[in-house]
């Protein structure tokens, strides 16, 4: 079974910094999704950025990159110029094929002001 | 519609009531699923459903636990005899079949078995 592991349940930036959140997965197949999720207080989980595994290409959307090592099987999300608004619950999630989502445990972002 | 929706947004219900949580999700997309986040923590797969086919109702944690979706398009969870354990925040998410696609999420319904 595939698993998606944080191990990072809290972390916390400075405004304006840069931080990197942590995940790693396991599985045997070499086709797959990955995503990263946020879920802020309103409990509305976003999709922040999405990678295919068949790409070596790194993800991007705006402040937000991905480093992808499918080697490693490691999908860290990077956010630039972290803002006050970026403060939330943030999931990694693995999907192959057109099977269902499975979600890490989550890390918590808290940005200071 | 333009979203998910999900409703009720919050329940109270009494311990050993039955209660039905709704789901209506994007229109055109095949593909339903339940999750359960207890608080503060990550989400639980309960139960999926792929256009026509058999619901993977492998994450479902009890038999008090059942889904339905009609029409293919609005889902419903029930769960029977309610229990204090089963308080947590049930989200639905639904998507096109293609496994690139990302779910696109409802707000929950939060419930509280008291």
């Known amino acids: 079974a595939q698993t998606v592991t944080q191990s990072q349940p809290e972390m916390s930036v400075q405004e304006a910094e840069t931080v990197t959140l942590s995940c790693t997965y396991d599985t045997s197949e070499s086709d797959y999704y990955l995503f990263w999720y946020k879920q802020p207080p309103s409990r509305q989980m976003i999709l922040v950025i999405r990678q295919e595994a068949y790409k070596q290409q790194n993800a991007t959307e705006n402040r937000f990159s991905v480093n992808f090592q499918k080697a490693a099987k490691s999908f860290s999300l990077k956010i630039s110029d972290s803002q006050l608004g970026d403060a939330a619950m943030y999931f990694c999630?693995?999907?192959?094929?057109?099977?269902?989502?499975?979600f890490g445990a989550g890390t918590r972002l808290t940005v200071k002001p | 519609g333009a979203g998910v929706s999900q409703s009720p947004s919050n329940k109270v219900t009494e311990k050993g009531k039955d209660v039905e949580l709704r789901c209506d999700p994007i229109?055109?997309?095949?593909?339903l699923y339940w999750y359960r986040q207890s608080l503060g923590q990550g989400l639980e797969f309960l139960i999926y459903?792929?256009?026509?086919?058999?619901?993977?109702k492998s994450g479902l944690p009890s038999d008090r636990f059942s889904a339905e979706r009609t029409g293919g398009s609005v889902s419903t969870l029930t769960i029977q005899r309610t229990q204090q354990e089963d308080s947590a925040v049930y989200l639905c998410?639904?998507?096109?079949?293609?496994?690139?696609?990302?779910?696109?999420f409802g707000s929950g319904t939060r419930l509280t078995v008291v």
């Open positions: 999630a693995y999907r192959r094929d057109n099977n269902d989502m499975r």
């Open positions: 229109s055109g997309h095949t593909a």
């Open positions: 998410a639904s998507s096109l079949a293609l496994g690139s696609s990302g779910y696109t």
């Open positions: 459903f792929q256009g026509n086919s058999a619901p993977d």
